[in-house]
């Protein structure tokens, strides 16, 4: 190469009309994101270094924060309470997930369709559905040898139940992806199943363990809704939170806790996209997928745990559903349904339903526009590579928030008197707002994945023949990503029926919402009606995706036969 040639400028590439408008569009999208998650963030951690009077005083109420046991016992309390969780939601989701992909039982796609069960239905349920079986009055109480239900025990064996389809889905993915070849090199070798298991197995899915573990930390030590209704007197981060805002109005030591309990889950989600991308890194383009053989006694066993377990999710559901149609339990069992006269209970009527159905549907619908859109710009833009990665961040990061801290958020930032966007408190704006952002992480991923398995010679042609890309992506994009649209659609409209964490805070006496009426009815002491109101999001909910199912098949049939040729 010529001296010339070295010096020669590097040319770059012209910006046109579409690059700089697409620049533009991702600026509006990062925008929002800045505004409903940056700065509510921002107000809340600047609460908690200030007094009531809003002057800075540094570092005095964490001081003040550590200095009371009362209080710093949650931390422990919630690390004590994440740890069990954990520990045997794994091993249950670990044992389901093998049997599913390493045995030849039957009714596969039926037992991990129940598993699906706690996603459709708040975090409060399985916490009611405890106080019936294991209370006062409770069913079988004798179980529990004497010990209370309201407590550690409780809140774990609640969160097992909200936690276990996370951990599932994540372990079936990585159970499936086996290479075949390694366990008939070991086989070959006569190696023992014990030892094929501890050398091969576990190996091969060890960051998928991992994942699953961190996912489950996360989602148990900030979940709100289980330890608020069986909890009792053992606090634990999130009811703190909780008790210091409502309780006893006392804000900044609420944004101290919040921040306190950010840390855990920053950490846990950032160690878990560590893991995630490495697990990407063990696929291989030459594996051979593994097919179960059959084994009477094995596979006999694992019907069996795949049966006890099922009976744990359902049974739980039934419980609520029992409570919500006898007329006074346990002294009148009697049929009826007088429960679901929701108008004369406190705490919420009919209009809570039907408006997290309005928020629901307005979620679903919004927000796929918004995550999708921002997902193809940034997937399919040219350039900008700052912009774009300063996108992905913002775009991570709701997942490390949890919905308890965003809510308070939310009341530091839209509540504040020179706030011009202060008029979209206690307003259905907010809720759908809040909820979106809160779910924002996975819908993207789910759509970036979409977009991936697109080839960019799509793009490419159509600037070569000089078409607009808006009109490449509603032409072409929309049409082969329609699967996944749909599916971000059913994942915003379901968190957004069960949600409670996210919107306790910042609804209005308008905008009551279904889960929160279920805390509400709780609280006042409407346990039954309660239940009914859940079993009400349930059936929502499951009705919802069932029509999702049904759609998404239609439509594959129809729109999407080219990837079966």
Same mark, same amino acid.
């Given at each position: ?19 700089? =408008? ?37 570092? %005095? ?8 046991? %009362?209080? =710093? ?23 389901? %997930? ?138 634990? *981060? ?122 629901? =549907?307005? =979620? ?39 919905? *308890?801290? *965003? ?23 907010i809720l759908v707002i809040s909820t979106i952002v809160h779910f924002y992480t996975v819908a993207h991923l789910t759509a970036v994945t979409a977009l991936k398995q697109m080839d960019p010679e799509f793009e490419a042609v159509g600037a070569s023949l000089k078409a607009p890309f808006h009109r490449t992506f509603r032409r072409v994009t929309v049409p082969v990503c329609l699967p996944a649209i749909l599916d971000i659609m059913i994942y915003l409209f379901v968190n957004a029926m069960t949600t409670v964490s996210a919107v306790v805070f910042i609804y209005g006496p308008d905008t009551n919402l279904a889960s929160v009426a279920v805390l509400n009815m709780d609280d006042a002491g409407d346990i039954a009606p309660a239940a009914a109101m859940g079993m009400m999001i349930f059936y929502t909910a499951a009705s919802v995706r069932l029509a ?18």
């Open positions: 190469m010529t001296e010339s040639a070295l010096r020669a400028p590097i040319v770059k590439p012209k910006v046109g009309r579409d690059d700089w =408008t697409m620049r533009a569009f991702i600026g509006v999208i990062g925008l929002y994101l800045v505004i409903t998650l940056a700065f509510p963030l921002y107000a809340m951690m600047s609460k908690s270094v200030r007094d009531n009077d809003g002057a800075f005083v540094g570092l %005095a109420n964490y001081i003040e924060y550590f200095a009371t046991p %009362a209080l =710093t016992w949650s931390i422990g309390n919630s690390l004590q309470v994440a740890t069990i969780t954990t520990l045997i939601t794994v091993t249950i989701a670990f044992t389901f %997930a093998y049997a599913l992909t390493r045995s030849c039982i039957p009714l596969k796609g039926l037992f991990q369709s129940i598993t699906m069960i706690p996603i459709l239905v708040p975090s409060l349920l399985p916490g009611i559905a405890l106080v019936y079986l294991f209370g006062t009055q409770g069913l079988i109480k004798e179980l529990l040898f004497g010990y209370s239900i309201y407590g550690p025990i409780g809140i774990v064996i609640a969160e097992v139940f909200f936690t276990l389809p996370h951990a599932i889905i994540i372990l079936i993915t990585s159970l499936s992806i086996a290479d075949a070849r390694l366990y008939e090199a070991a086989v070959a070798l006569r190696t023992s199943r014990l030892r094929i298991f501890l050398t091969v197995t576990l190996p091969g899915c060890r960051y998928g363990l991992i994942s699953a573990a961190f996912v489950v930390f996360t989602l148990a030590i900030t979940d709100f809704g289980a330890p608020k209704v069986i909890g009792g007197d053992f606090n634990v *981060l999130a009811t703190d939170i909780y008790k210091q805002v409502i309780g006893q109005q006392n804000f900044e030591m609420g944004a101290v806790v919040s921040v306190v309990l950010l840390i855990p889950a920053v950490l846990a989600f950032a160690i878990d996209r560590v893991v995630q991308r490495r697990q990407v890194a063990l696929l291989s383009s030459r594996a051979v997928t593994l097919e179960p053989r059959p084994n009477r006694g094995f596979d006999a066993a694992m019907l069996g745990f795949c049966v006890l377990v099922s009976v744990f999710l359902i049974g739980m559901l039934g419980v609520c559903q029992f409570a919500a149609l006898v007329k006074f339990y346990p002294y009148d069992l009697s049929l009826s349904l007088k429960n679901y006269n929701f108008d004369v209970m406190d705490g919420g009527g009919w209009s809570s339903y039907w408006n997290s159905i309005r928020m629901a =549907t307005y =979620t679903a619908g919004f927000g796929t526009v918004v995550v999708f859109s921002g997902a193809y710009l940034v997937e399919k833009g040219r350039g900008f590579r700052a912009g774009r990665t300063l996108f992905q961040l913002l775009a991570m990061m709701p997942m490390a928030v949890p919905g *308890l801290v *965003l809510g308070l958020a939310y009341i530091f930032f839209f509540n504040h008197p020179n706030n011009p966007l202060g008029f979209l408190y206690h307003t259905m704006a999702h199912f049904l759609v998404s098949r239609h439509l594959k049939r129809r729109t999407q036969a080219w990837r079966i040729r």
